[in-house]
């Protein structure tokens, strides 16, 4: 109940301003909850890998980091990116300047962290933070930007104050070993 509740709360918080076509909903919907399914289970093989296998949580961070340069380079090498071309006139660093290793530098902490995360907590506890994250920015865009709190936020904090305390009075039992 509790992973339907922040599934539900993420999808509203998610979902653009725009009002848009019925098809256009139901794709938008259908790959949420692709992407929600595909971010479970990597969550969970990955929470799987570090607390079952006790795998060092920076070793699987740098082999993650590599398989996704030879993801990315196989991507621009077999032009199945719209980048590959321009990688092949230019450079591959050509357009890059000092302010660009702050994002790369940013989502290469993350991913340290993330992984720290999801060794000592777990996966859920993990996906309980991202959405609660959401929640706060949007808080605080409000706050800072004086944008108004769209309905679908405002129905989305109760349902993750609901799943957060169903998780936390009934946490899943640990499995034996």
Not at 79 to 98: H, I
Not at 120 to 131: E, M
């Amino acid at each position: 109940v509790a992973l339907a509740l922040i599934l539900l709360a993420g999808s509203l918080v998610s979902i653009g301003k725009e009002p848009q076509e019925r098809a256009t909903t139901r794709l938008g919907l259908v790959c949420i909850l692709s992407a929600s399914a595909l971010s479970g289970f990597g969550s969970g093989m990955t929470e799987w890998a570090l607390q079952g296998n006790r795998r060092n949580s920076y070793l699987f961070s740098i082999e993650l980091a590599v398989f996704g340069c030879i993801v990315l380079l196989l991507c621009l090498s077999f032009d199945l990116t719209s980048e590959g071309d321009s990688w092949r006139q230019s450079g591959l660093f050509a357009n890059w300047g000092l302010m660009t290793l702050l994002p790369v530098l940013a989502q290469g902490w993350g991913g340290i962290v993330v992984g720290l995360i999801t060794k000592v907590a777990g996966g859920g506890r993990k996906g309980f933070a991202v959405i609660c994250g959401l929640i706060l920015t949007c808080f605080l865009k409000r706050l800072f930007f004086n944008e108004a709190l769209s309905i679908r936020v405002i129905a989305a904090v109760p349902l993750v104050a609901a799943s957060v305390y169903l998780h936390a009075s009934s946490p899943p039992k640990k499995l034996q070993e």
